[in-house]
């Protein structure tokens, strides 16, 4: 009993003065800035791998095994270059809106907000019975500024008359994406990342592929309706769920979204 209480009287926690608890929580308030700009994007994934490999190292150091920490210490001077190369845009994006964002948070669409889903299922049904493409993207935790600079910034109210206007043939912007922040239209004629997975079906176009290329790598939802066979599909972690009707969609949007609200309390969830 006396060992463990002089261990106490001498641990850190007793010893440190209210300038080294300064130092810690402004280090803390850091990390929870950083990761609140990384979640949603897959660079949040990686980031818990490498601390599943941190712990692993530290288990091979405390526990003597020799032939795994030597292996780590080399594998590690070459994973911190791989991490830069691998996710130098994400790092480049992160950077760019830390002014904004890093003390600001910033909420997806919220889930109870039941307007705003329902002007997007009636302006998807209503583009599918006239067999009219378009694709709806809902932001999710991460941002999609990337994509969003340079196209058409519209900054409007949703509704399904000003979607199916947008989307029309004969519009300018009706080639490219929509983008929906919160309870608003962010962009629309939007390019998004066109996926190169060869496991996707050669039925599915352009739309299908961009809205499977954004999703792979941050955590929005798509909305896809196809132009030739005027069907209406849900595009969520790169895979495609058709819908059959309006209640369907209604049904997987809300399910999605209340899944996307409870992931920023778990340890992380799965941009170029």
């Known amino acids: 009993m006396q060992s463990v209480w002089s261990w106490f009287a001498e641990?850190?926690?007793t010893t440190a003065s209210w300038v080294d608890w300064i130092d810690i929580l402004l280090l803390a308030a850091v990390i929870y800035r950083i990761l609140l700009v990384l979640r949603g994007t897959r660079a949040m994934q990686s980031?818990?791998?490498?601390?599943l490999l941190v712990g692993l190292?530290?288990?091979?150091?405390?526990?003597g095994l020799t032939t795994m920490s030597w292996v780590l210490d080399n594998v590690f001077v070459y994973l911190v270059l791989a991490v830069l190369i691998l996710f130098q845009q994400d790092i480049r994006r992160a950077l760019a809106n830390a002014g904004g964002r890093f003390f600001v948070s910033r909420l997806p669409i919220a889930r109870a907000d039941a307007t705003i889903l329902e002007e997007v299922i009636k302006a998807a049904f209503a583009l599918s019975r006239r067999k009219i493409g378009a694709l709806i993207v809902l932001e999710g935790n991460a941002s999609l500024d990337a994509w969003i600079e340079g196209s058409n910034e519209v900054d409007g109210k949703v509704s399904h008359e000003l979607l199916q206007s947008i989307f029309h043939p004969a519009g300018p912007m009706h080639d490219g994406a929509v983008v929906i922040r919160k309870d608003r239209i962010a962009a629309a004629g939007v390019f998004l990342p066109i996926s190169l997975s060869k496991q996707i079906s050669r039925t599915f176009g352009t739309r299908h592929r961009a809205a499977i290329g954004l999703t792979e790598i941050t955590d929005a939802l798509?909305?896809?309706?196809s132009e030739e066979r005027g069907t209406v599909a849900i595009v969520v972690r790169g895979e495609i769920v058709p819908v059959a009707d309006m209640n369907d969609l209604r049904h997987n949007l809300t399910e999605q979204l209340d899944r996307q609200a409870d992931e920023p309390s778990n340890a992380g969830v799965a941009s170029a």
Not at 47 to 51: A, C, K, R, V, W
Not at 222 to 225: D, K, T, W
Request: aromatic content about 10%; overall charge positive; hydrophobic content about 65%.
């Open 57 to 63: 190292y530290a288990v091979a150091r405390i526990g």
């Open 222 to 225: 798509c909305i896809v309706v």
């Open 47 to 51: 980031l818990i791998g490498l601390l």
């Open 11 to 13: 641990s850190p926690f």
